[in-house]
């Protein structure tokens, strides 16, 4: 009769027990691996077409605002006008303030901000009879309703906000819209400036919104006019757009709106 088996016995066997679970844990501890590996590497490819992909749109994206801006320059050339200002000019401009609204007819006639399909001269006068009235609203790119609110001494004074602007307004600061920051554009087109007199708003209407200069850090004309291909047609001031019909069609003034 065989009796119970000693631990001398039952090493080997057990021994081997356990080299065998120990290559089983290796074997799925290697699997586990690989699979994870595996993993990784699907995610990497993945992640790599993801960044791919989104870069081709950003690339796409960046190729049709270059086209757009190209468009929209090319139709806004002919528009471009060679205006200077001189002291002289000035100097006329601020005298013709004193003829009341025929003088300041005449002052925002000089500028060439008012725009062409709403009136002549008459117009003009007519409007800068109307003095500081913040309800009324010069067809130029200027709001007159934030003027007054912004700089109370000309809401107290007699003048129209626009021949204000023009015979004084600019060379004292200030800025004609919430939509262009006078210091903004003044820091970006010095030289033009410099070279020619004229006041910030004069050279964006004149100059540089066809050129693609932005009248305010939060408008971007070559992005502004990726979104509205008429105005590669058109050839229409980006900003009085925007403030026409733009806004309405909630087209985005600015990548970061």
């Known amino acids: 009769m065989t009796g119970p088996a000693t631990p001398a016995q039952d090493g080997p066997e057990l021994a081997a027990k356990v080299e065998l679970l120990a290559l089983r844990h290796a074997a799925l501890r290697e699997e586990v691996q690989r699979a994870q590996a595996a993993e990784a590497l699907t995610r990497s490819r993945l992640s790599q ?8 749109v950003a ?12 468009a929209y320059r090319a139709a806004a050339e002919p528009s471009i006008r060679d205006r200077r200002r001189n002291r002289v000019k000035r100097r006329l401009d601020r005298a013709l303030v004193r003829l009341r609204s025929v003088g300041g007819a005449l002052v925002i006639a000089r500028s ?3 725009a062409r399909a709403s009136g002549g001269v008459s117009a003009m006068a007519a ?10 609203q010069p067809a130029a790119l200027l709001d007159q309703a934030w003027y007054l609110a912004t700089y109370p001494d000309v809401a107290a004074g007699r003048l129209a906000p626009l ?4 015979a004084r307004g600019w060379a004292e600061g200030r800025s004609p819209h919430p939509l262009f920051d006078r210091a903004f554009y003044a820091a970006r087109n010095a030289e033009a400036l410099a070279a020619t007199g004229l006041s910030s708003l004069e050279h964006f ?18 992005h502004y006019v990726a979104q509205a291909p008429e105005l590669g047609q058109t050839g229409e001031n980006p900003l009085a757009h925007y403030l026409r019909e733009g806004w309405r069609r909630d087209l985005s003034p600015h990548p970061l709106f």
């Open 59 to 70: 690339r796409a994206e960046a190729d049709g605002r270059a086209a757009a801006a190209k």
């Open 127 to 136: 409007y800068a009879r109307r003095g500081a009235d913040p309800t009324a």
């Open 205 to 222: 209407v004149h100059v540089g919104a066809a050129r693609g200069c932005d009248p305010h850090p939060l408008f971007s004309i070559d």
């Open 49 to 56: 077409a993801l960044a791919d992909a989104l870069l081709a």
């Open 163 to 166: 021949v204000h602007y023009i």
């Open 112 to 114: 060439g901000l008012w």
